[in-house]
């Protein structure tokens, strides 16, 4: 059997996983510049390590509200503090991820992945591809290439 | 020299250079024989030549193509003696100049078609050897005093030669700054400027005015000027009475000693026969046509062409999806257009890469100043130079180099031991500085410059930078602080540090990259550094609009003006999107758009200014709510599909870290008019 490194990040109340191998870096998150015209899922650009990056707001991708709105006000603004980018690579693309927070880096058995059940598959657009269950916590394996839009650059 | 560079690579660059230095120095010489024909010496002209010849030489030997180092050689000699002569070269030092250049060419050609140039004849060379460089030039030799003329260089007497002879008196003046000048704006500087309009001047030499006591009382110039302009005028030039204005020679009688020199048949060819017989020669034949010189300008105007193609696209896109709403089947026509912006991709990346220049080449100077370092610090260093079949943008190129050599400097200077040191330790006595070049993901380049020399020593730089050290990153954070120099830390053990925070700011705020380091002690140090493969520098105008901060090319912007009032606003259209208003500048309507609103950005805030772009002969004016400045920066290119959108152009960093978009006003422009236009 082999194991997997992944990275794992919270987003709402799930929490999600790619593999490490596709992901650079971790970077706290604070603001990106807003892309007028770009998806609105597009939070927009940051810079990191001198590198442009367009950053993906996940929650956004996902369908969920803007995290803002879900965490009001100073007090609350250690959800703030949390949000992290995933900055991942996938071939030539370099894209960030926004998520609510990323701390984990988790070995998972490859067999331990399982194709989700199909109203999940359809209820995500396609963006979880596998569910793994590790010590009763249920992770989401997902899918970059779609969430990263590659038919954006396939006509 | 490194074994791993292929020599052929530097011939296409020597081809072209050198192909356009015979140019420059058959025109120059050319010139000359003008200036015997009309009996005046051309000292500048005799040095272009001397230059274009010094430059050739050296290029020559860089490839190894002896027979033209020799032709170069024998002919910079010539013309060099002619050059300390004042500027004159004989008829006779043109004609065997010419014959040497015309000989160069065609071993230029023979490099550039792969051919082995022939061995320099030696008759020619014994003709340059053997001409007179300044016998027979036309000697108009000024009758200047012999105090004067003690002062002069013989390119400035050739120079006052000339101008006397073109029939203007020669006058010395003398200017003593002062208080009282300097308060009403007479300075050394205003009297030269005011001067050059009057005449020419030869020569200003400053001289100690001294009191009777001998004590310096101040600084006064003598200027030698010609000029035609009344005595009074020059007086009052350099703010003086007539006295300081003093007479040094009176124009030589006219023409019968300018009578033109022989020019018959028989004797030496006039300028015109002989760029005549030049055309009828194969010199005229391009060398090289493998390579072309082409100005960025032309490209950016591609470039411009091209994003008018990209929006005529994205007004094709949505014609598609109105009639795919209709329920028209669309499927054939959206894979033709699907194609055409494949094809467009593609022509964006072919003009990007029409800008591209070889990292080999870029590179190439490191070889010989590795080469000339070594010398100097009686080390052996071996320069490895691996650029593969990389290529950057020329900005960029131009850019990275003064990094790299700061980098192979260092490890020259402070990495490789002395030979000694290097055999008590077990390594070979010559040290080896590897510079290694790849392309990496996300259009960036990899440069790792590598040595085997001692690495540095954390702990020396620790102790006196006053730091803590735990990474390699905090050693580099040290090393590229301002103000640490090698001056500041004993040399010898602690490493590096000169320039780097130069080096620094090259890779990360100049070129927007990164670098880092990693160091072993005792087995070697590198740094490696990613960059964009593109950048374009541009001056840009920051405004805020929406909350927001954007850039604009200047050059795109015609003008910028306060909006008074927010003009006035034609009736809309049913199911117009955008508004159009009208605003009256200069007895003309302009149509005004709001950028907020074409960017759907728009916060209500009052737009307080309007700038003007032109495109296509009409002018189109944007709101924004205000300016915030003129700047000089780095756009780079955006090309992640997830970012690209109508009129944004790329993006920069103003200073603060974070990415600001760069926006062309000309493709909104476009595209709003086109909503509006039905």
């Known amino acids: 059997m082999t194991a997997t490194l992944h990275v794992t990040f919270r987003v709402g109340n799930a929490t999600y996983a790619v593999a490490a191998s596709d992901v650079l870096h971790l970077e706290s998150y604070d603001t990106a510049t807003h892309v007028p015209g770009a998806p609105s899922y597009v939070a927009g650009l940051v810079q990191v390590r001198g590198r442009l990056v367009p950053v993906i707001d996940l929650r956004i991708r996902f369908g969920l509200p803007p995290a803002d709105a879900s965490a009001p006000g100073p007090p609350a603004s250690q959800a703030a503090i949390d949000r992290r980018v995933v900055v991942l690579q996938l071939g030539t693309r370099v894209a960030g991820l926004v998520v609510d927070s990323a701390r984990e880096v988790l070995k998972i058995e490859d067999t331990a992945f399982e194709r989700p059940p199909e109203i999940v598959v359809h209820q995500t657009a396609g963006f979880v591809k596998a569910v793994a269950t590790v010590a009763k916590r249920m992770y989401l394996l997902v899918d970059l290439p779609r969430i990263l839009g590659e038919e954006l650059d396939h006509g | ?678």
């Open chain 2, 1 to 678: 020299m490194t074994e791993r560079v292929d020599l052929q690579e530097f011939i296409g660059g020597f081809v072209v250079e050198a192909a356009e230095l015979v140019t420059a120095a058959n025109a120059a010489l050319l010139e000359i024989e003008a200036g015997h024909a009309e009996g005046t010496s051309r000292p500048k002209a005799v040095r272009d030549v001397f230059r274009a010849l010094h430059t050739i030489k050296g290029l020559a030997g860089m490839v190894g193509v002896e027979a033209i180092v020799d032709i170069a050689h024998g002919l910079e000699t010539l013309i060099r003696t002619a050059d300390r002569a004042g500027g004159q070269l004989s008829r006779a030092a043109v004609e065997v100049a010419l014959q040497g250049v015309r000989a160069i060419g065609e071993r230029v050609r023979a490099v550039s078609e792969q051919r082995t140039p022939a061995a320099a004849p030696p008759r020619l060379l014994e003709a340059i050897a053997s001409t007179d460089a300044t016998g027979d030039a036309p000697a108009v030799a000024p009758q200047v005093s012999a105090e004067l003329d003690a002062r002069l260089s013989p390119s400035e007497r050739a120079q006052l030669a000339n101008a006397v002879a073109a029939g203007a008196p020669a006058w010395m003046l003398s200017f003593a700054p002062s208080e009282s000048n300097a308060a009403r704006g007479v300075t050394i500087g205003s009297v030269r400027s005011r001067l050059a309009t009057l005449g020419e001047i030869v020569k200003v030499a400053p001289r100690t005015v001294t009191g009777p006591s001998g004590a310096q009382l101040g600084i006064a110039f003598d200027i030698l000027v010609v000029s035609s302009a009344p005595r009074e005028t020059l007086a009052d030039a350099i703010a003086a009475s007539l006295e300081s204005v003093a007479p040094v020679l009176a124009p030589p009688p006219p023409p019968v000693a300018q009578a033109p020199l022989p020019a018959g048949p028989g004797a030496e060819p006039s300028t015109r026969e002989l760029a005549e017989r030049d055309d009828a020669t194969a010199d005229v034949v391009p060398i090289g046509r493998a390579v072309i010189r082409v100005e960025l300008s032309r490209l950016d105007e591609l470039q411009e062409q091209l994003s008018l193609l990209t929006v005529s696209r994205f007004r094709l896109e949505r014609e598609i999806a109105a009639m795919a709403d209709a329920g028209h089947d669309v499927r054939r026509l959206r894979q033709v257009a699907d194609l055409q912006g494949r094809q467009l991709r593609d022509l964006r990346r072919a003009i990007l890469r029409a800008r591209m220049v070889r990292v080999a080449e870029v590179l190439e100077p490191l070889s010989l100043l590795v080469r000339s370092l070594a010398r100097s610090s009686e080390r052996a260093v071996r320069l490895e130079l691996d650029a593969r079949d990389t290529e950057l943008d020329k900005a960029v190129a131009d850019r990275l180099l003064p990094a790299m050599v700061h980098l192979v400097r260092n490890a020259v200077d402070h990495a490789i031991e002395p030979a000694a040191e290097r055999r008590a330790r077990g390594k070979p006595e010559a040290g080896t500085i590897r510079v290694a070049c790849t392309e990496i993901a996300g259009n960036q380049l990899e440069l790792v410059v590598s040595d085997d020399g001692r690495g540095i020593d954390r702990a020396a730089i620790a102790r006196r930078s006053e730091r803590t050290i735990d990474h390699d990153a905090d050693l580099l954070d040290v090393l590229c602080g301002p103000g640490f120099s090698t001056r500041d830390v004993a040399t010898r053990t602690s490493g590096r540090g000169l320039g780097m925070d130069i080096v620094r700011r090259i890779a990360v705020s100049d070129l927007g990259g990164e670098l880092r380091l990693a160091t072993t002690p005792g087995a070697g140090t590198s740094f490696t550094m990613r960059i964009p493969l593109t950048i374009s520098i541009v001056e840009v105008f920051a405004f805020a609009c929406g909350r927001q901060a954007f850039v604009v090319p200047v050059s795109a912007i015609e003008e910028i003006f306060e909006i008074a009032d927010a003009g006035i606003t034609p009736p809309s259209a049913p199911g117009g999107r955008s508004q159009v208003s009208l605003l009256e500048r200069r007895g003309r309507a302009i149509p005004m758009f709001s950028l907020g609103r074409e960017l759907a950005i728009d916060d209500g805030a009052a737009a307080r200014k309007a700038m003007v772009i032109r495109r296509g002969g009409e002018a189109v004016a944007f709101s924004v709510d205000r300016m915030l400045g003129r700047q000089e920066v780095v756009v780079r290119a955006i090309d992640d599909p997830l970012v690209q959108a109508p009129g944004i152009a790329g993006a920069t960093d103003l200073g603060d870290g974070r990415p600001t978009l760069v926006l062309d006003l000309g493709e909104l422009g476009l595209a709003a008019r086109e909503r509006q236009l039905p």
